[in-house]
Protein backbone atom coordinates (compact mmCIF):
# COMPACT_ATOMS: atom_id res chain seq x y z
CA UNK A 1 0.00 0.00 0.00
CA UNK A 2 1.09 3.20 -0.84
CA UNK A 3 1.77 5.83 1.56
CA UNK A 4 1.30 9.28 0.95
CA UNK A 5 3.06 12.24 3.06
CA UNK A 6 1.45 15.80 2.68
CA UNK A 7 1.40 19.13 5.10
CA UNK A 8 -1.43 18.89 7.93
CA UNK A 9 -4.37 21.35 7.18
CA UNK A 10 -6.49 22.42 9.36
CA UNK A 11 -9.34 20.35 8.86
CA UNK A 12 -7.27 17.36 10.10
CA UNK A 13 -6.71 18.84 12.94
CA UNK A 14 -9.26 17.01 15.30
CA UNK A 15 -8.15 13.59 13.22
CA UNK A 16 -4.57 14.44 13.72
CA UNK A 17 -4.91 14.88 17.62
CA UNK A 18 -7.63 11.50 18.10
CA UNK A 19 -4.84 9.30 16.38
CA UNK A 20 -2.12 11.24 18.49
CA UNK A 21 -4.20 9.74 21.42
CA UNK A 22 -5.00 6.09 19.62
CA UNK A 23 -0.91 5.70 19.42
CA UNK A 24 -0.04 6.77 22.59
CA UNK A 25 -2.80 4.79 24.39
CA UNK A 26 -1.16 2.80 26.78
CA UNK A 27 2.55 3.50 26.18
CA UNK A 28 3.78 3.31 29.70
CA UNK A 29 5.59 5.96 29.06
CA UNK A 30 2.67 8.23 27.65
CA UNK A 31 1.54 11.04 29.77
CA UNK A 32 -1.67 11.19 27.98
CA UNK A 33 -0.96 14.31 27.01
CA UNK A 34 0.74 13.93 23.34
CA UNK A 35 -2.62 15.08 21.81
CA UNK A 36 -2.74 17.97 23.77
CA UNK A 37 0.88 19.02 23.39
CA UNK A 38 -0.08 19.29 19.75
CA UNK A 39 -2.65 21.55 20.01
CA UNK A 40 -0.62 23.57 22.16
CA UNK A 41 2.40 23.84 19.79
CA UNK A 42 -0.08 25.01 16.56
CA UNK A 43 -0.99 27.63 18.46
CA UNK A 44 2.15 28.36 19.40
CA UNK A 45 5.45 31.00 17.84
CA UNK A 46 7.37 27.64 17.97
CA UNK A 47 4.71 26.16 15.28
CA UNK A 48 6.03 25.03 11.52
CA UNK A 49 3.07 24.57 9.28
CA UNK A 50 5.52 23.45 6.66
CA UNK A 51 7.07 20.76 9.06
CA UNK A 52 3.24 19.44 10.80
CA UNK A 53 2.72 16.54 7.92
CA UNK A 54 0.35 13.45 7.95
CA UNK A 55 0.49 10.33 6.57
CA UNK A 56 -2.57 8.73 4.18
CA UNK A 57 -3.42 5.12 3.27
CA UNK A 58 -6.16 4.47 1.11
CA UNK A 59 -7.65 8.32 1.87
CA UNK A 60 -7.31 8.02 5.79
CA UNK A 61 -4.94 9.67 8.07
CA UNK A 62 -2.84 7.20 9.72
CA UNK A 63 0.51 9.01 11.22
CA UNK A 64 1.28 12.68 12.03
CA UNK A 65 4.94 14.22 13.19
CA UNK A 66 5.84 17.43 14.17
CA UNK A 67 8.66 19.18 14.14
CA UNK A 68 8.75 22.67 16.35
CA UNK A 69 11.30 25.69 17.58
CA UNK A 70 13.56 24.89 19.96
CA UNK A 71 16.66 26.40 21.38
CA UNK A 72 19.91 25.58 22.54
CA UNK A 73 21.97 28.02 24.95
CA UNK A 74 25.50 28.20 25.93
CA UNK A 75 27.43 30.67 27.67
CA UNK A 76 28.75 32.29 23.95
CA UNK A 77 26.01 31.15 21.37
CA UNK A 78 22.08 30.64 21.23
CA UNK A 79 21.31 28.71 18.48
CA UNK A 80 17.91 27.35 16.50
CA UNK A 81 17.21 23.73 16.65
CA UNK A 82 14.19 21.79 15.99
CA UNK A 83 12.01 19.64 18.73
CA UNK A 84 10.86 15.98 17.02
CA UNK A 85 7.23 15.76 19.05
CA UNK A 86 5.13 14.47 18.71
CA UNK A 87 5.24 11.05 15.91
CA UNK A 88 2.11 8.76 15.84
CA UNK A 89 1.18 6.41 14.07
CA UNK A 90 -2.59 4.53 14.13
CA UNK A 91 -1.67 1.37 16.25
CA UNK A 92 -3.07 -0.87 13.41
CA UNK A 93 -1.03 0.83 11.26
CA UNK A 94 2.56 0.51 13.12
CA UNK A 95 5.41 -1.33 11.41
CA UNK A 96 4.41 -0.94 7.94
CA UNK A 97 7.18 1.95 7.40
CA UNK A 98 4.73 5.10 8.11
CA UNK A 99 6.48 5.98 10.77
CA UNK A 100 10.32 5.44 8.60
CA UNK A 101 8.36 7.50 5.77
CA UNK A 102 7.24 10.46 7.90
CA UNK A 103 10.65 10.92 9.75
CA UNK A 104 12.55 10.84 6.38
CA UNK A 105 10.51 13.39 4.89
CA UNK A 106 10.10 15.83 7.74
CA UNK A 107 14.29 15.61 8.01
CA UNK A 108 14.06 16.42 3.83
CA UNK A 109 11.61 19.05 4.00
CA UNK A 110 13.01 20.94 7.11
CA UNK A 111 16.62 21.01 5.54
CA UNK A 112 15.08 22.61 2.46
CA UNK A 113 13.77 25.08 4.35
CA UNK A 114 17.00 26.24 6.04
CA UNK A 115 16.80 24.01 9.67
CA UNK A 116 20.32 22.83 10.78
CA UNK A 117 19.28 20.44 13.58
CA UNK A 118 16.70 18.51 15.27
CA UNK A 119 16.68 16.75 18.67
CA UNK A 120 14.14 13.84 20.16
CA UNK A 121 13.50 12.22 23.18
CA UNK A 122 12.80 8.88 21.75
CA UNK A 123 13.46 5.45 21.30
CA UNK A 124 17.31 4.58 21.54
CA UNK A 125 16.97 2.02 19.22
CA UNK A 126 14.59 3.53 16.64
CA UNK A 127 15.83 6.91 16.35
CA UNK A 128 19.69 5.97 15.27
CA UNK A 129 18.26 4.15 11.89
CA UNK A 130 17.56 7.64 10.86
CA UNK A 131 21.08 9.30 11.98
CA UNK A 132 19.99 10.71 15.47
CA UNK A 133 23.14 9.71 18.00
CA UNK A 134 22.84 10.89 21.49
CA UNK A 135 23.07 14.65 22.69
CA UNK A 136 25.85 13.86 25.24
CA UNK A 137 28.45 13.11 21.53
CA UNK A 138 28.05 17.23 21.83
CA UNK A 139 27.96 17.64 25.33
CA UNK A 140 24.37 18.84 25.47
CA UNK A 141 21.96 18.36 27.93
CA UNK A 142 18.02 19.10 28.17
CA UNK A 143 17.23 21.02 31.45
CA UNK A 144 15.14 18.21 32.78
CA UNK A 145 15.82 14.82 33.93
CA UNK A 146 16.41 12.78 30.46
CA UNK A 147 18.29 9.13 30.62
CA UNK A 148 21.31 10.02 28.03
CA UNK A 149 20.17 7.37 25.72
CA UNK A 150 17.28 8.97 24.63
CA UNK A 151 18.00 12.42 24.29
CA UNK A 152 19.42 12.09 21.01
CA UNK A 153 20.13 14.73 18.14
CA UNK A 154 20.31 14.79 14.27
CA UNK A 155 22.70 17.49 12.66
CA UNK A 156 21.21 18.51 9.19
CA UNK A 157 23.70 20.75 8.83
CA UNK A 158 27.56 19.68 9.61
CA UNK A 159 28.63 20.52 12.73
CA UNK A 160 25.51 22.44 13.45
CA UNK A 161 25.87 21.55 17.10
CA UNK A 162 29.40 22.36 17.79
CA UNK A 163 28.56 25.92 17.96
CA UNK A 164 26.65 25.16 21.20
CA UNK A 165 28.65 22.23 23.04
CA UNK A 166 28.12 22.32 26.43
CA UNK A 167 24.93 23.61 25.66
CA UNK A 168 21.48 23.43 27.43
CA UNK A 169 18.41 22.60 25.12
CA UNK A 170 15.73 24.71 25.94
CA UNK A 171 12.29 23.22 25.27
CA UNK A 172 9.51 26.01 25.60
CA UNK A 173 6.89 25.89 28.22
CA UNK A 174 4.24 24.91 26.09
CA UNK A 175 5.76 21.56 25.88
CA UNK A 176 5.21 21.09 29.93
CA UNK A 177 1.97 22.67 30.56
C1 LIG B 1 7.15 4.75 17.12
C2 LIG B 1 6.24 4.81 15.88
C3 LIG B 1 6.03 6.25 15.48
C4 LIG B 1 6.96 4.06 14.75
O1 LIG B 1 6.15 4.12 13.60
P1 LIG B 1 5.93 2.82 12.69
O2 LIG B 1 5.19 3.22 11.49
O3 LIG B 1 5.31 1.76 13.54
O4 LIG B 1 7.45 2.45 12.39
P2 LIG B 1 8.07 1.88 11.06
O5 LIG B 1 7.13 0.89 10.44
O6 LIG B 1 8.57 2.96 10.21
O7 LIG B 1 9.34 1.16 11.64
C5 LIG B 1 9.14 -0.03 12.34
C6 LIG B 1 10.41 -0.27 13.10
O8 LIG B 1 10.35 0.50 14.29
C7 LIG B 1 10.52 -0.35 15.39
N1 LIG B 1 9.72 0.20 16.49
C8 LIG B 1 8.40 0.47 16.51
N2 LIG B 1 8.04 0.90 17.72
C9 LIG B 1 9.17 0.91 18.47
C10 LIG B 1 9.45 1.20 19.82
N3 LIG B 1 8.48 1.57 20.67
N4 LIG B 1 10.73 1.11 20.25
C11 LIG B 1 11.71 0.72 19.40
N5 LIG B 1 11.49 0.38 18.12
C12 LIG B 1 10.23 0.47 17.67
C13 LIG B 1 10.03 -1.70 14.92
O9 LIG B 1 10.61 -2.71 15.69
C14 LIG B 1 10.55 -1.72 13.49
O10 LIG B 1 11.93 -2.05 13.46
P3 LIG B 1 12.61 -2.68 12.13
O11 LIG B 1 12.49 -1.65 11.04
O12 LIG B 1 14.03 -2.88 12.56
O13 LIG B 1 11.85 -3.91 11.85
C15 LIG B 1 4.87 4.12 16.12
O14 LIG B 1 5.10 2.81 16.51
C16 LIG B 1 4.00 4.81 17.17
O15 LIG B 1 3.18 5.68 16.86
N6 LIG B 1 4.13 4.38 18.43
C17 LIG B 1 3.32 4.93 19.51
C18 LIG B 1 3.68 6.36 19.81
C19 LIG B 1 5.17 6.54 20.00
O16 LIG B 1 5.83 5.75 20.67
N7 LIG B 1 5.71 7.62 19.42
C20 LIG B 1 7.11 7.91 19.47
C21 LIG B 1 7.53 8.50 20.75
S1 LIG B 1 9.27 8.78 20.72
Redesign the pocket.
Known amino acids: MNIYIRQELNKDYIITEELTEK ?2 KG ?1 EFSNNNEALLVRRLRKSKYFIPELSLVAEMDDEIV ?1 HILLSKIKINNDNNSIESLALA ?4 LPE ?9 LIKDVLNRAKELGYKSVI ?4 E ?2 YP ?1 FGFRPMKNWKIRAAFDVPENVLMGLELEKDAFSECENGIIEYPKVFFE
Do not use: C, E, L, R
Request: overall charge positive.
Open positions: AFMGPISVYQNKGVGKTVVGHKYK
